[in-house]
């Protein structure tokens, strides 16, 4: 949090030098020049502190015989020490994801520069979602033996959560604040709901996360209302493929446990997101329009058409993630029969929002004519 907090304050002083300036227009809701590159500190706060303990753990391998002389930091070595050997294992995986991170977020960077054709980016997307799954090997379960579906569904449940967060971009705080609250409660279900097969809590996942949250939250401080810094295709797409992998990489439940249904709880924590994507894209294919085409039909934009002000849309936005992001934290510890109450719970409240925005759209229909 500390150092992407630093990092984007660096950023928002530099960004005008280096050509990084988004400029109001008509699909815009902000009216005067406001920096990007937001998702350079967002990185930042990522990877530097994953390369600090990466460095630190190296050290601690290669020179057992370490002494620090206090008694507290003398039985902490005592206990990290059988770990490292694991730790530096599973950095392998953490740095190619970091990697594939960081491409995203070099594509994000150059179209926030450039101006990158959505073909192009979309390739890329799919490209690095297909390094995920057919590289990696990583692949989301969902206790069908059918090898190709799980595949294919987790190339398109990155691709979606990538540009679902992109597409929530559109006002101060608001993707930031939906990623930090979806990170942080993915991360609280993971630490707290043990693995269905180690039966201990899910450290490098739940780790990686609260990483996330806090360089989220350094972030957050420069974009919450009014925005002195945009995070910019660079850290939503960054932000959208953290979360897609994460969710990828976590347990949530198995057979011998008879805990299938806690493989839903990324559905609960990130439903507002998808809601968000799903209706836009519903909304510009209906026009007649291109589904990439910005503009201004986003769940926010919708709002402030309601008569919310652009603030209270975002605190809504956050209010409804959170809500339906509690239900993950119940997937684990309830039956089937509980899991089924949770979905309608988090289903009604899509279903909420959906009739509000259908009345007032009506209401506004009529009024007109």
Same mark, same amino acid.
């Given at each position: 949090?500390?150092?992407?907090?630093?990092?984007?304050?660096?950023?928002?002083?530099?960004?005008?030098?280096?050509?990084?300036?988004?400029?109001?227009?008509?699909?815009?809701?902000?009216?005067?020049?406001?920096?990007?590159?937001?998702?350079?500190?967002?990185?930042?706060?990522?990877?530097?502190?994953?390369?600090?303990?990466?460095?630190?753990?190296?050290?601690?391998?290669?020179?057992?015989?370490?002494?620090?002389?206090?008694?507290?930091?003398?039985?902490?070595?005592?206990?990290?020490?059988?770990?490292?050997?694991?730790?530096?294992?599973?950095?392998?995986?953490?740095?190619?994801?970091?990697?594939?991170?960081?491409?995203?977020?070099?594509?994000?960077?150059?179209?926030?520069?450039?101006?990158?054709?959505?073909?192009?980016?979309?390739?890329?997307?799919?490209?690095?979602?297909?390094?995920?799954?057919?590289?990696?090997?990583?692949?989301?379960?969902?206790?069908?033996?059918?090898?190709?579906?799980?595949?294919?569904?987790?190339?398109?449940?990155?691709?979606?959560?990538?540009?679902?967060?992109?597409?929530?971009?559109?006002?101060?705080?608001?993707?930031?604040?939906?990623?930090?609250?979806?990170?942080?409660?993915?991360?609280?279900?993971?630490?707290?709901?043990?693995?269905?097969?180690?039966?201990?809590?899910?450290?490098?996942?739940?780790?990686?996360?609260?990483?996330?949250?806090?360089?989220?939250?350094?972030?957050?401080?420069?974009?919450?209302?009014?925005?002195?810094?945009?995070?910019?295709?660079?850290?939503?797409?960054?932000?959208?493929?953290?979360?897609?992998?994460?969710?990828?990489?976590?347990?949530?439940?198995?057979?011998?446990?008879?805990?299938?249904?806690?493989?839903?709880?990324?559905?609960?924590?990130?439903?507002?997101?998808?809601?968000?994507?799903?209706?836009?894209?519903?909304?510009?294919?209906?026009?007649?329009?291109?589904?990439?085409?910005?503009?201004?039909?986003?769940?926010?934009?919708?709002?402030?058409?309601?008569?919310?002000?652009?603030?209270? !849309? =975002?605190? $809504?936005?956050? #209010?409804?993630?959170?809500?339906?992001? *509690?239900? %993950? @934290?119940?997937?684990?510890?309830?039956? /089937?029969?509980? !899991? =089924?109450? $949770?979905?309608? #719970?988090?289903?009604?409240?899509?279903? *909420?929002? %959906? @009739?509000?925005?259908?009345?007032?759209? /009506?209401?506004?229909?009529?009024?007109?004519?």
């Amino acid at each position: 949090m500390i150092i992407a907090g630093i990092a984007t304050g660096v950023v928002r002083r530099l960004a005008p030098k280096l050509g990084l300036v988004d400029q109001p227009s008509a699909r815009k809701v902000h009216v005067i020049p406001t920096p990007l590159g937001g998702g350079i500190g967002i990185w930042l706060g990522l990877v530097i502190p994953f390369a600090i303990a990466q460095l630190l753990v190296w050290y601690g391998a290669t020179h057992p015989e370490m002494h620090f002389g206090w008694p507290l930091l003398e039985k902490g070595w005592q206990f990290v020490q059988p770990h490292l050997a694991g730790y530096l294992t599973k950095s392998v995986s953490l740095w190619i994801l970091l990697g594939l991170a960081t491409v995203l977020a070099t594509v994000g960077l150059l179209d926030d520069l450039l101006g990158l054709g959505w073909k192009i980016r979309l390739a890329i997307q799919f490209i690095v979602a297909g390094v995920v799954v057919w590289g990696l090997g990583w692949k989301l379960s969902f206790f069908i033996a059918i090898p190709v579906i799980p595949d294919i569904v987790t190339v398109f449940w990155i691709v979606a959560l990538i540009n679902s967060f992109n597409m929530l971009d559109n006002m101060d705080g608001l993707s930031a604040g939906i990623a930090g609250i979806g990170s942080f409660m993915l991360a609280s279900v993971l630490l707290l709901a043990p693995d269905p097969t180690t039966a201990g809590p899910q450290l490098f996942v739940g780790g990686f996360l609260l990483a996330l949250t806090g360089s989220i939250l350094g972030f957050l401080y420069h974009n919450r209302p009014p925005a002195k810094i945009f995070m910019g295709d660079a850290g939503s797409y960054l932000i959208g493929f953290c979360m897609a992998v994460m969710t990828i990489l976590a347990t949530f439940g198995s057979y011998e446990e008879n805990s299938q249904h806690a493989i839903l709880a990324p559905l609960c924590i990130l439903a507002v997101p998808l809601y968000d994507l799903v209706t836009v894209l519903y909304i510009r294919i209906r026009q007649g329009r291109s589904p990439f085409q910005p503009d201004k039909c986003h769940f926010s934009h919708r709002l402030v058409e309601m008569g919310f002000s652009k603030t209270s !849309a =975002v605190m $809504v936005i956050y #209010l409804l993630t959170a809500t339906c992001g *509690l239900g %993950a @934290l119940l997937l684990h510890r309830v039956d /089937r029969i509980g !899991a =089924v109450l $949770v979905l309608l #719970l988090v289903f009604c409240v899509l279903c *909420l929002i %959906a @009739l509000i925005e259908l009345a007032s759209r /009506r209401k506004e229909r009529d009024r007109t004519e």
